[in-house]
Nanobody, 121 residues
Framework: QVQLVESGGGLVQAGGSLRLSCAASGSIFSINRMGWYRQAPGKQRELVATITSGGSTNYVDSVKGRFTISRDNAKKTVYLQMGSLEPEDTAVYYC???????????????WGQGTQVTVSS
């Protein structure tokens, strides 16, 4: 089994910054893509940013230039540095990872439990 544990959420004023972390543990042979998603009240979950094992990144347009995704492969951890936060960024942020548990196994998709980010105006 694989567990993803997020941390770093909280309440921040508009214009402020937060850094989210997500550590993977358990039965892990390799991790391909890791990413962050968010879900605001009454809205569908949306992709925020992803990063491959090689470091290639992808961002939703609304966070480009404000958020930076990074990862530490040795620590099996992905980060989301969020800056210039806006009230519209308020949501529960979820970590996700594509994990191969054994060399011969397929890839499974795993999710964290979510961490709340609230941006006040």
């Amino acid at each position: 089994q694989v567990q993803l544990v997020e941390s770093g959420g909280g309440l921040v004023q508009a214009g402020g910054s937060l850094r989210l972390s997500c550590a993977a543990s358990g039965s892990i042979f390799s991790i391909n893509r890791m990413g962050w998603y968010r879900q605001a009240p009454g809205k569908q979950r949306e992709l925020v940013a992803t990063i491959t094992s090689g470091g290639s990144t992808n961002y939703v347009d609304s966070v480009k230039g404000r958020f930076t995704i990074s990862r530490d492969n040795a620590k099996k951890t992905v980060y989301l540095q969020m800056g210039s936060l806006e009230p519209e960024d308020t949501a529960v942020y979820y970590c996700a990872a594509e994990v191969k548990s054994k060399p011969w196994s397929g890839t499974g998709n795993y999710w964290g439990q979510g961490t709340q980010v609230t941006v006040s105006s």
